[in-house]
């Protein structure tokens, strides 16, 4: 059964930095895209930002590119999301997807973490 736990959100000033995790199990975690998502209050999830399986693409929101870092240990099965100059427009619940590379419709979320962007 495969299994993702986001951890390290919690509420921080704006201008604050955050460093979300998503341990994972049960998976064979290399063979997965991953992505993080986020879901504000009253509004549609969105997509953060992504990587692939070796970490040697990434992509990104335009509204987090070049403050948000996605990054990914193979070796310790974790995916993170490094936040920094957050905004209070980036206040959300923040999950984790996992994806297996070629095959579609085979995707796993975590629970979701909440980040708080407040003075």
């Known amino acids: 059964q495969a299994r993702l736990v986001e951890s390290g959100g919690g509420l921080v000033q704006p201008g604050g930095s955050l460093k979300l995790s998503c341990a994972t199990s049960g998976l064979t975690f290399s063979r997965y895209d991953m992505s993080w998502y986020r879901q504000a209050p009253g509004k549609k999830s969105e997509l953060v930002a992504y990587?692939?399986?070796?970490?040697?693409?990434?992509n990104y929101a335009d509204s987090m590119r070049g403050r948000f870092t996605i990054s990914r240990d193979n070796n310790k099965n974790v995916l993170y999301l490094q936040m920094d100059s957050l905004k209070p427009e980036d206040t959300a619940v923040y999950s984790c997807h996992a994806s297996l590379a070629g095959w579609s419709g085979i995707v796993y979320w975590g629970q979701g973490t909440e980040v708080t962007v407040s003075s």
């Open positions: 990587i692939s399986t070796t970490g040697g693409t990434t």
